[in-house]
């Protein structure tokens, strides 16, 4: 048995095999030509208007921040909040993911003072009653879509509430037993999660708005090639050729360069054959 050399290479892990070096400069290759190469389509950009309305809400609420991608960059700013009303104007690629936040005195970070809607091009009716999570958006067809997979999701995130409620405790006990426990159990019902909500609405929702923002949360930020690919190209036309569709699939091309198998056979093809 051949007995393989280790060195120390930082970010690449204390001990990296050959193989393993190779593998962390290719991905940091193929990321750095992914970032300068251009779009193969231009983005579909528009511009979203929401005019939001909060019913009941107690607190005083003067100012709402919000957040949002816009291609590879983050836009954050807020607007004032004037007789329980408010109006963001966006310009990004449709449809867009629009984080909101209230900024009202103890109340800001409160489960209830948070919320993500999905926007479509034109104006955006949105309505908070009672507390500012419990938000409805008229007019967007992907943000009725959004509450679909939420519904799906949320008894996964009770469930995980509760199965990690005493985690700090046995953190602080140094139980390390009783934390990997929680931890595996976390672990399953994530699994369970993505394949029964995120990977199961995406087969049967390929032309659908938020498809390709429930591949991005099934794939996860390792993404398995043979499991993710045959998903994407089951997209309809429309999802795959849109921008975000685009900057997907070079993930995915990366992805695919950088497994196992794709780096082993490339590194074979480095080490010269013994004559």
Do not use: C, H, W
């Not at 009202?104 to 489960?111: I, L, V, Y």
């Not at 009653?129 to 959004?146: G, L, M, P, R």
């Not at 997907?248 to 480095?270: Q, Y």
């Amino acid at each position: 048995m051949k007995q393989r050399k280790y060195i120390f290479l930082p970010g690449a892990g204390n001990l990296a095999t050959f193989e393993n070096i190779y593998l962390f400069y290719m991905k940091k290759i193929l990321l750095s030509l992914s970032l300068s190469l251009p779009f193969v389509l231009s983005a579909q950009t528009g511009t979203a208007t929401i005019n939001g309305t909060l019913k009941n809400i107690k607190e005083e609420v003067p100012f709402l921040f919000y957040s949002y991608r816009n291609g590879d960059d983050v836009v954050r700013d807020s607007v004032p909040v004037k007789n329980a009303m408010y109006t963001i104007s966006a310009e990004a690629e449709m449809p867009l993911m629009v984080n909101l936040s209230i900024v009202s005195p103890g109340k800001r970070g409160t489960s209830n003072s948070a919320a993500s809607i999905f926007v479509e091009k034109g104006v955006n009716t949105t309505v908070s009653i009672d507390s500012f999570s419990n938000i409805s958006v008229k007019e967007s067809k992907a943000n009725a879509e959004y509450t679909r997979l939420k519904s799906g999701v949320k008894p996964f995130q009770v469930q995980m509430r509760e199965l990690t409620a005493d985690y700090p405790k046995y953190r602080e006990a140094q139980d390390t037993a009783a934390m990997r426990k929680i931890e595996e159990g976390y672990d399953a019902l994530q699994s369970k999660m993505n394949e029964e909500v995120y990977g199961a609405y995406v087969k049967a929702n390929p032309s659908s708005p938020v498809a390709l923002y429930a591949l991005g949360q099934y794939a996860g930020y390792d993404i398995d090639p043979a499991k993710i690919e045959p998903l994407f190209n089951s997209l309809s036309a429309a999802n795959r050729n849109a921008a975000a569709g685009q900057r997907f699939a070079k993930k995915l091309a990366i992805a695919k360069a950088t497994a196992i198998g794709a780096v082993a056979r490339s590194f074979r093809r480095l080490i010269p054959r013994a004559k």
